[in-house]
């Protein structure tokens, strides 16, 4: 059975940092990649940041760039996702996924979910 078991998350205020971590259980990684994604009330979808198992490649959302950093621990199949500088417009569920590849290697559709973390930061 797969499970995607995440920890993290909270309530911060604008400036400050929260570090979510996400490992997982009865399934491969290799040619897939694991990451995050996040929910609002009144926004769509956000993709936030992945990492490529096989290639170590990493994409962030682009109100992620230089904020958030995407690691990886490939003994545990987790992956950690620090945020910093963070502010009111992150606030959000954050949901770590594994999603397949397409053709060029870049992530395409989601597989996996896990049960997501709430992340406020107030100002």
């Known amino acids: 059975q797969v499970r995607l078991a995440e920890t993290g998350g909270g309530m911060v205020q604008t400036g400050e940092s929260l570090r979510l971590s996400c490992e997982a259980s009865?399934?491969?990684?290799?040619?897939?990649?694991m990451g995050w994604l996040r929910e609002a009330p009144g926004r769509e979808r956000e993709f936030v940041a992945m990492?490529?198992?096989?290639?170590?490649?990493?994409h962030y959302g682009e109100f992620a760039k230089g904020r958030f950093t995407i690691s990886r621990d490939n003994a545990k199949n987790a992956v950690y996702l620090q945020m910093t500088s963070l502010k009111p417009e992150d606030s959000a569920h954050y949901y770590c996924?594994?999603?397949?590849?397409?053709?060029?290697?870049?992530?395409?559709?989601?597989?996996?979910w896990g049960q997501g973390n709430l992340v406020i930061v107030y100002s």
């Open positions: 996924v594994v999603m397949a590849l397409d053709e060029a290697g870049k992530p395409h559709d989601i597989e996996d």
């Open positions: 990492v490529v198992w096989r290639s170590d490649i990493i």
């Open positions: 009865g399934r491969t990684l290799e040619n897939h990649a």
